[in-house]
């Protein structure tokens, strides 16, 4: 019963936002660190951004810092991920997960991780 759904993906042009939410079904959110991790074809899976359930501390990969925000809201058992000034590397399948934490693994793997959702496309092009 515990699943994570992720939506709000789609297509953008170079520039432009979009802005994912990850759902928690069945249960809250609050003592868990919630990650977003991307894959694109013929590439690993890279981690993009991760929220504490801590204190809502939060970190991001270098290659989206500055343009991408995480943010949680534990009322709603939902987590964003805000993403501006796309760009057509950004291109991938983002999937969010869950690490039985407070304080969020490293973002340079993803065993940590233990619940994922299914995943939702972003494309990124002209």
């Known amino acids: 019963q515990m699943q994570l759904v992720e939506s709000g993906g789609g297509q953008a042009q170079p520039g432009g936002s979009l802005r994912l939410s990850c759902a928690a079904a069945?249960?809250?959110?609050?003592?868990?660190?919630i990650a977003w991790f991307r894959q694109a074809p013929g590439k690993e899976r890279e981690g993009v951004s991760c929220?504490?359930?801590?204190?809502?501390?939060?970190s991001y990969a270098d290659s989206v810092k500055g343009r991408f925000t995480i943010s949680r809201d534990d009322a709603k058992a939902t987590v964003y991920l805000q993403m501006n000034s796309l760009e057509p590397e950004d291109t991938a399948v983002y999937s969010c997960?869950?690490?039985?934490?407070?304080?969020?693994?490293?973002?340079?793997?993803?065993?940590?991780?233990?619940?994922w959702g299914q995943g939702t496309q972003v494309t990124v092009s002209s």
């Open positions: 997960a869950i690490a039985w934490t407070l304080i969020c693994p490293v973002l340079t793997e993803a065993g940590p991780y233990n619940i």
């Open positions: 069945g249960f809250t959110l609050d003592y868990y660190a």
């Open positions: 929220i504490s359930g801590h204190d809502a501390s939060t």
